[in-house]
């Protein structure tokens, strides 16, 4: 089961059971207002495999960052961009690009210096709409900046709802 609830530039999303992965979050990230979009994710292994799927299928550009390999397709095995293991690199990398492509970054907080927040802002602001889309994911994510104000934010809870329900004449959380 999922639930949305849109806000201005935020959206909530919620899985149970099996479901690690909300229905439709590639599509709400490619939707994005914003070509930042920061998600708030509990199992970012299974965001990431499903990324891939949908890189697979739809034959869309890709690429997750990692700081062993850099930049590293998705959708094809192997395929990395040369000069992108470091962040810096990788963020001026997306900036210069002028094709279609996701990126993931995943979130550590010890990576957002000053520099990395310039380098999100200007992706944040750029004009080009749905060109490209940086997806910074994580859990807990804490970014104390203007980057909050202009990126999509995307919490994506799993387990049940904690709202109340009547069930067989009690009220449960679920």
Known sequence: ?????VLENAANLRTSGEQRVPDGLYEHVLESASNLVILDTPH????L????????????S???WNPDFGLASLREHGITVAGSKRLPDA?????????????VFPSDKREFTPQIIALLRQIARGKDGGDKRVVV???GIEINSPLDRMATLVVHKHGPSERFRLRDGRWIRG
């Open 62 to 64: 890709v690429y997750a």
């Open 49 to 60: 495999s499903n990324f891939r799927q949908m890189a697979q299928r739809r034959g869309h």
């Open 1 to 5: 089961m999922v639930s949305v609830s």
């Open 137 to 139: 994911m994580g859990q």
């Open 44 to 47: 970012g292994d299974d965001v």
């Open 91 to 103: 963020l001026r990398f997306v900036l210069q690009s002028s094709h279609f492509g996701v990126y």
